[in-house]
């Protein structure tokens, strides 16, 4: 269920700031979309697996305050990832 190498290269290299980015908030909400849609797949297969529910709720949650910390911060970064990933607002 973990995202691959690659899968998680690109992501990266799609989002960063600068060219040694990998710990922005950008990049970091990215990643956890694309954990957050496999788990939710994985969650529709497998309702009654809950160590996996557990999982996903805290990387929604991680997600939630990382995009909270970035309206915060800079309200258009914040509104260039929620259009690009497709998450409400």
């Known amino acids: 269920m973990p995202l691959s190498a690659e899968t998680k290269k690109q992501l990266i290299q799609s989002n960063k700031r600068h060219d040694n980015d990998t710990g922005s908030p950008e990049v970091q909400v990215t990643v956890l979309t694309a954990s957050i849609k496999d788990l939710t797949k994985h969650m529709q297969r497998h309702p009654k697996d809950y160590a996996s529910r557990r999982g996903l709720l ?32």
Do not use: E, I, T
Not at 67 to 82: G, H, I
């Open 58 to 89: 805290f990387q929604v949650n991680r997600r939630n305050k990382l995009m909270k910390y970035l309206q915060r911060v800079s309200r258009d970064r914040y509104n260039q990832l929620a259009d690009k990933l497709g998450l409400r607002r």
